[in-house]
């Protein structure tokens, strides 16, 4: 069975500098997608980066980089010169194959990233 | 464009009785999904329905739980026989087959709470 796990519950990291998010996965499927998610306060959850597991480079959008390791199974998600606006509750997610499992999400238990001024 | 919209926001309710929850997705996604976060099992998948294809609802917790999607659009998630452990915020999402990361757009939920 697919399972995400992130490690840390919650992180500090300080206004301008780079943060890391770790996330891990396990899987017996050879196609799959990697998603990291942002949850404010608010509730809403909002889509910030995608890592197919075909890709060979790693995704990036913005501040937001997706450092990709196959072999180890690892999907970490680097923000770089974080702001204020980052802190939230952030997901990694995996999507189950979309043609005959219908896509849906695994989601890890999140990170609670602070940011300080 | 307008977002997931789900409704309503809020609802607090009586163990035992029945709500319902509605999702009005993103148009033009034919795809839907309700999950379900709380605080003691994170965030897991419900149900999903595509098109007009029979749905997939191997996430259910329970025959309380049930839900539908009229024209390919509006979805309702009801609870029957509400239980405390019913309490969560349930979240609805969509999103295109045909995009290229099929990636899911969600709606800012509906927080259930049963007394």
């Known amino acids: 069975a697919q399972k995400i796990t992130q490690t840390q519950p919650g992180m500090f990291v300080q206004e301008k500098e780079a943060v890391t998010l770790d996330c891990t996965y396990d899987?017996?499927?050879?196609?799959?997608?990697l998603f990291w998610y942002k949850q404010p306060s608010s509730g809403e959850m909002i889509f910030l980066i995608y890592?197919?597991?075909?890709?060979?480079q790693n995704a990036t959008e913005g501040r937001y980089s997706l450092n990709f390791q196959k072999a180890r199974k690892s999907a970490n998600l680097v923000i770089s010169a974080s702001q204020l606006g980052d802190s939230a509750m952030y997901f990694c997610?995996?999507?189950?194959?979309?043609?005959?499992?219908?896509?849906?999400?695994?989601f890890g238990q999140g990170t609670e990233l602070s940011v300080k001024p | 464009g307008a977002g997931v919209s789900q409704s309503p926001s809020n609802k607090v309710t009586e163990k035992g009785k029945d709500v319902e929850l509605r999702c009005d997705p993103i148009?033009?996604?034919?795809?839907l999904y309700w999950y379900r976060q709380s605080l003691g099992q994170g965030l897991e998948f419900l149900i999903y329905?595509?098109?007009?294809?029979?749905?997939?609802k191997s996430g259910l917790p329970s025959d309380r739980f049930s839900a539908e999607r009229t024209g390919g659009s509006v979805s309702t998630l009801t609870i029957q026989r509400t239980q405390q452990e019913d309490s969560a915020v349930y979240l609805c999402?969509?999103?295109?087959?045909?995009?290229?990361?099929?990636?899911?757009?969600f709606g800012p939920g509906t927080r259930l709470t049963v007394t």
């Open positions: 999402a969509s999103s295109r087959r045909d995009a290229e990361y099929h990636e899911q757009y």
């Open positions: 899987t017996s499927d050879q196609s799959y997608g």
């Open positions: 890592q197919g597991s075909y890709d060979e």
């Open positions: 997610a995996m999507r189950e194959p979309i043609y005959n499992q219908g896509g849906k999400l695994i």
């Open positions: 148009s033009g996604h034919t795809a």
């Open positions: 329905f595509q098109g007009n294809s029979a749905p997939d």
